[in-house]
């Protein structure tokens, strides 16, 4: 079965830094998608990747999907409080494959 | 609004003693998924439906039952619930049409079993 790792675990971060999520499958991605957490709440959706190369953006939050298509980052430009947060990579399996699984998370704290 | 409802959100039951957590949508959507959320674990999927009558199990299906009669619902039964369920769980649906991993989810269910 599909793996996701993603790294770094937590991040604390300075209002105002760039910071950088990473999500690496044990297979071949074919849809990557990066969600956001409130402690205890529902996920909210924020990007989704299929093309190798594929880049994204929203607000100041920036996602990319290798060309091997194996790797996904998610670059946060200039930090503010509200992009604390757990934020979690997603990938399915494909064709008529449509079982979903998660990264374990990466929990982000940035200090005013 | 478009939303995805989840029922109850908080419980704390006994072993053994069956339940239900009930989960409906408003937005027409084909895919419905259940998840539950542990430390250390992540998200992990227990059951997902494609549409009516048509579900299949997830990575952890054991000790959970699903039933998609209506294409709005989809309700998580415990026959027998264990300590080992207590977790925080998640009902999502998607698009299918789209992509299925474009999930609208719900507030989450807190079940705690004695």
């Known amino acids: 079965s599909q793996e996701l790792e993603q790294s770094p675990q937590s991040l604390i971060v300075q209002e105002g830094k760039n910071l950088t999520i990473n999500c690496t499958s044990s297979k071949t991605l074919y849809g990557l998608y990066w969600y956001k957490q409130k402690y205890g709440e529902g996920l909210i959706f924020l990007m989704m990747l299929q093309k190798g190369g594929e880049e994204k953006s929203h607000e100041k939050i920036t996602a990319k999907l290798d060309e091997k298509k194996q790797q996904s980052s998610l670059h946060i430009t200039a930090s503010q409080p509200s992009h604390a947060g757990i934020y979690l990579c997603?990938?399915?399996?494909?064709?008529?494959?449509?079982?979903?699984?998660f990264g374990k998370g990466t929990l982000l704290t940035v200090n005013p | 609004e478009a939303q995805v409802t989840q029922n109850p959100r908080y419980l704390i039951t006994v072993t053994g003693k069956k339940l239900t957590v009930t989960c409906s949508q408003n937005?027409?959507?084909?895919?419905m998924s259940w998840y539950r959320q542990d430390p250390g674990l992540g998200l992990r999927q227990i059951y997902y439906?494609?549409?009516?009558?048509?579900?299949d199990k997830g990575d952890v299906p054991e000790g959970y039952k699903v039933s998609r009669k209506e294409k709005r619902n989809f309700p998580l039964i415990l026959e027998s619930p264990s300590p080992n369920q207590t977790s925080l769980y998640f009902c999502?649906?998607?698009?299918?049409?789209?992509?299925?991993?474009?999930?609208?989810f719900g507030e989450g269910s807190r079940l705690t079993v004695l």
């Open positions: 999502a649906s998607s698009l299918l049409a789209g992509s299925v991993g474009e999930l609208f």
């Open positions: 997603g990938a399915s399996g494909g064709g008529s494959n449509y079982k979903l699984t």
């Open positions: 439906s494609m549409n009516v009558e048509v579900t």
């Open positions: 937005m027409n959507h084909e895919y």
